[in-house]
């Protein structure tokens, strides 16, 4: 039996990998064992729901770095020269606003323009650090002495507690296979401190990127596509009427899906959701238009006091399952998402008429069902704080790509939104071939098959090394 090692220690990463091909067509081999590192508070849940006899998880809490890891981890986080970096590093500055923190801004901002980019000659020297000083976690080595595994698969090489699975099983001479979790990733994590043997990219503008700020050999990379995107391109299993019907919604509402939140901050949330009832009612958005609320999962969820009481709003969650967990980069709390939590996005996307957000992956999400999307480029509420201003994220690397398709409405003003959201009502077909081409950039691949990509991939490069 073939053994591979892996983490999972986050609710989102979870959800990439478990919910498609890449775990189902593995497990489903009886000639491989799944050995999955996990947080010890998900550990009767994930047993709950992935009973296969080929799946040991191993509960195991990764707090920390080594103290020196923590500094290197900090200094070279600066030297990614992105426009997203530099965002990030004025933002930390808004935040304190002080001559230290300024102070502070001005030497990454000179780091990060000067030294980070020269990645030719700074990425070795990286490596070399990491490599020869900053200590294992023994815990980590246990394991993977353990269970001698013939892969490690790490999900999310940018992750922390990833990272230190890579570090290890890198040290200890073990075949590393690495991933990417997200688009945003290779452009706003900082630099790669460790490089696996192989890179499994999800799209050709990753394999660009990989190459660009981590080094990584075009050889030794592949695209497999996005596989959580798979369950996308397949037939709904339920009606538009029946959906409305569960959330009880009337079948004849224009659904608005909207979801103008940004991390914790909602107070500008609240003031548009205010306004866009009050549009409905006076008359300046249909008669017959219904707000779909969607937060994201770690924002707050609004007082249900503080929003209007009306029969065209819906407010719903995006998972149901939260979990204390204590590990390096979620100190606190993390989430699961259920096969119904998925269900509910899927439905909400395909039966929606137009989508409102702000940065969020839900504009590449409405794309693949052809849904018309709006981009909110203004703060409602003017005593938002300026580290939080939709300014700052708006300027991130990975979202210009999305700005640059055509693919994406972006509104500067309330009356702007509200005008664009009836015009979209009234012309869904606008602005269709953009959104075409935000599919072909950031999924590339639309059959349906990136999951079973990935997972024989893997599979081949077991087959491989034996």
Request: aromatic residues 10%; positive net charge; charged residues 25%.
């Amino acid at each position: 039996m073939k053994t591979i090692l892996l983490p999972i220690y986050n609710g989102i990463r979870a959800k990439n990998f478990f919910r498609n091909d890449s775990y189902l067509k593995l497990v489903s081999d009886p000639n491989i064992r799944l050995i999955i590192i996990i947080p010890p508070s998900k550990l009767e849940f994930y047993r709950r729901e992935y009973p296969e006899k080929n799946v040991i998880f191993e509960p195991l809490d990764i707090v920390s770095e080594s103290p020196f890891g923590v500094k290197l981890s900090a200094f070279v986080f600066n030297l990614l020269p992105t426009a997203t970096i530099r965002s990030k590093q004025y933002r930390e500055y808004l935040r304190y606003k002080s001559l230290k923190s300024f102070i502070k801004f001005l030497i990454k901002y000179l780091l990060n323009i000067t030294i980070g980019r020269l990645g030719v000659i700074t990425r070795p020297i990286i490596h070399f650090l990491d490599d020869k000083f900053v200590a294992l976690d023994n815990n980590i080595v246990n394991l993977l002495k353990k269970y001698n595994p013939d892969l490690v698969l790490v999900p999310d090489i940018v992750f922390p507690p990833d990272r230190e699975v890579l570090r290890a099983a890198k040290r200890l001479g073990f075949y590393t296979v690495g991933m990417i979790r997200s688009w945003d990733n290779l452009t706003s994590k900082g630099v790669i401190q460790i490089l696996p043997d192989k890179l499994i990219v999800l799209t050709t503008i990753m394999k660009n990127e990989a190459i660009k700020y981590a080094g990584m050999p075009e050889k030794d990379m592949i695209i497999t596509g996005v596989p959580p995107y798979d369950i996308f391109f397949e037939k709904r299993p339920v009606t538009r009427e029946e959906f409305l019907k569960s959330l009880g919604i009337p079948s004849d509402r224009k659904i608005i899906l909207t979801a103008p939140f940004i991390y914790a901050h909602t107070g500008s949330a609240e003031i548009i959701i205010k306004e866009l009832v009050r549009a409905i009612d006076d008359g300046r958005l249909p008669p017959n238009s219904h707000l779909l609320i969607r937060y994201r999962p770690a924002t707050p969820e609004i007082a249900q006091d503080q929003l209007p009481k009306s029969s065209h709003i819906t407010v719903t969650s995006p998972c149901e399952q939260f979990f204390k967990v204590n590990n390096l980069q979620s100190p606190t709390e993390d989430w699961e998402f259920s096969s119904k939590d998925i269900e509910l996005l899927l439905n909400s996307l395909a039966y929606s008429d137009v989508v409102v957000n702000y940065i969020s992956t839900l504009s590449i999400d409405a794309a693949v069902f052809d849904k018309p999307v709006i981009n909110i480029r203004f703060e409602a509420d003017k005593t938002t704080a300026p580290e939080e201003h939709i300014d700052l994220f708006a300027k991130f690397a990975h979202y210009k790509s999305i700005e640059d398709s055509g693919g994406v409405k972006m509104v500067w003003d309330m009356n702007e939104l509200i005008s664009s959201i009836k015009d979209y009502l009234l012309h869904s077909e606008h602005d269709q071939k953009g959104r075409e081409r935000m599919i072909r950039e950031q999924i590339e691949f639309t059959d349906g098959k990136s999951g079973l990509r990935t997972a024989e991939y893997i599979k081949k490069l077991l087959g491989e090394k034996l």
